[in-house]
């Protein structure tokens, strides 16, 4: 959600910000809007005072035992006309609300302007792997090995679904608990387990409503599968003022995802790339607004730890403004090479929010000694995607025989295993 009272100070700036999405100005639109719910705002308040007035018009009238029946049918009259007035007011404030929360978060000044051609590449870590053999991708293998089968999970619930057995699904958790190991032991994040369920408002805060419904899952008593666990760890201080000097709040969870791919048709339609159903290890930071810009660095680097630990060969790209997410003010992209695709392929997006999203969640702080408060700044990342992780190692661990090496730092969590063949 966007500061209105900034918007009315600086329209230009506004409309740049918009221009540089890609988008049309909208701060004359914006401000139109304003003006009416002020005027509804001032009505309904004339209305409610005047009335006030009279009432107490009518006491000294009765006390004085005059004729007080001109001004009861003044204060009936006022009295019918409030339903009306505050039925003016809900409305204005609603058609202005709902513009502000379709109207995407504004670029930070340091984000290359245009669409996906603009994005800049920051650095590459690690070279691939030159192969003796042709790589296979992912999913060739893992079909091969007898261990990923696309087919069953057709036959349970349709395309874009998986099922993994033995090896592969043991592959997918030791993953998931080295991730967690890292960033809990290493990196200062606190475990959660939130709700995979949460109502609109849960998803309103982080932006994924009211824009983005067609994109989710909804459940028939009206509850939303979460799409990531961005949605609840940064819940978890919406509607409260937190003290500085707790922040930065660090949060981490394991937990499935829930995507519709509204929108995917033909893109990723084998393996596991693009799947209704996924595992993503999340990362979340609450902030002070002075503290933001260094979080952000922060938490990048903490998913680049997961890669280096890994051994798998990556890059890391700043979105251009055309290309960011609909909540982001600045987002890194860590893209891992897989060498059956011959391609980098996004495994994290680690996005500054700044206090777009505490606006709409209503989530501040307040510094030591002081009585004013001033909202947070929000930021979240993969810790990252595991099913794109274990796509990485396939690829990049696979070997001429169809095995695949277990990396080093897993193998503690695979029970001392060092290689994923066909079994007998």
């Given amino acids: 959600m966007h500061d209105l009272t900034w918007i009315r100070e600086q329209p230009e700036a506004f409309d740049h910000g918009l221009r540089s999405r890609g ?3 909208m701060s004359a639109q914006v401000l139109a ?9 001032s009505r309904l ?15 000294k009238a009765k006390a004085a035992k005059a004729d007080a029946e001109p001004l009861l049918e003044d204060v009936a009259h006022l009295k019918a006309c409030l339903p009306a007035a505050e039925e003016a007011e809900r409305v204005a404030v609603k058609v202005l609300d709902d513009l502000l929360s379709a109207i995407p978060n504004l670029p930070d000044e340091s984000v290359p302007k245009g669409d996906e051609t603009a994005n800049a590449e920051l650095r590459r870590v690690g070279s691939p792997r030159n192969f003796a053999f042709t790589p296979r991708q992912h999913f060739e293998i893992g079909e091969a ?60 805060g982080t932006g994924n409503l009211p824009k983005f419904a067609e994109d989710l899952f909804r459940t028939t008593t009206g509850y939303w599968l979460t799409p990531t666990a961005e949605m609840t760890l940064t819940n978890l201080v919406a509607d409260e003022i937190r003290d500085e000097e ?3 709040l660090r949060y981490t969870a394991f937990t499935p995802c829930f995507r519709s791919e509204a929108g995917a048709a033909g893109k990723d339609t084998r393996g596991m790339i693009r799947q209704h159903q996924f595992y993503k290890v999340e990362l979340v930071s609450i902030t002070t607004p002075e503290g933001s810009a260094t ?14 630990r890994l051994g798998l060969p990556y890059r890391v790209v700043v979105l251009a403004t055309g290309d960011m997410g609909f909540a982001a003010r600045k987002t890194y992209d860590i893209e891992v090479w897989l060498p059956g695709q011959g391609a980098y392929r996004e495994i994290s997006s680690c996005s500054n929010c700044g206090d777009f999203q505490a606006r ?30 274990l796509i990485a190692v396939l690829e990049n661990y696979q070997e001429i025989d169809g095995s695949v090496t277990v990396p080093e730092v897993l193998r503690p969590y695979m029970g001392g295993l060092d290689r994923i063949g066909r079994p007998g």
């Fill in 246 to 248: 707790e922040l930065p």
């Fill in 360 to 389: 709409r969640m209503r989530a501040r702080c307040r510094a030591k000694g002081q009585k004013a408060n001033r909202h947070v700044h929000t930021m979240n990342g993969s810790g990252v995607a595991i099913g794109r992780a």
């Fill in 145 to 204: 090995l007898g261990q990923m089968d696309f087919e069953r999970a057709a036959r349970l619930s349709g395309a874009r679904f998986v099922v993994l057995s033995q090896g592969l699904a043991r592959l997918e958790r030791a993953l998931a608990q080295f991730m967690l190991d890292l960033h809990t032991g290493e990196h200062g994040y606190v475990e959660v387990s939130p709700p995979l369920l949460v109502r609109d408002q849960t998803a309103y």
């Fill in 45 to 59: 308040q004339e209305l409610q005072a005047r009335r006030n007035e009279v009432s107490k018009e009518i006491g």
């Fill in 33 to 41: 809007l304003d003006r009416d719910v002020r005027a509804a705002k």
């Fill in 295 to 308: 979080e952000h660095e922060r938490m990048t680097t903490c998913a680049e730890a997961v890669l280096k």
């Fill in 23 to 25: 988008l049309e100005p």
